[in-house]
């Protein structure tokens, strides 16, 4: 059976000291800050470019189902009017 992975570790990890550590402890309320917080894990490593090469069809297809999407809707609409 292969490894638990990094992230999955850190998560109960970090589950289990919340679960362990507030039992007992009375903590005091925070006082709220003006300064927004930021998350540490908010950086995202940049795609390599073998994969920004694989998926670059994906928006122009998106964009074009879209636009058909959006095509099919308007004709409903006008068909209700029309027939209904």
Do not use: D, N
């Not at 362990?20 to 540490?40: D, Y």
């Not at 928006?59 to 095509?71: F, V, W």
Request: hydrophobic share 35%; net charge positive.
């Amino acid at each position: 059976m292969p490894k638990k992975s990094r992230r999955t570790r850190a998560k109960y990890r970090a589950a289990g000291k919340l679960a362990k550590g507030g039992a007992g402890k009375h903590i005091p309320p925070q006082k709220p800050t003006s300064e927004p917080k930021t998350s540490v894990s908010s950086v995202e490593p940049s795609p390599s470019p073998a994969q920004v090469a694989r998926y670059q069809y994906v928006l122009p297809e998106l964009r074009r189902i879209g636009i058909i999407a959006g095509a099919l809707c308007l004709i409903l609409i006008v068909l209700t009017f029309i027939l209904g």
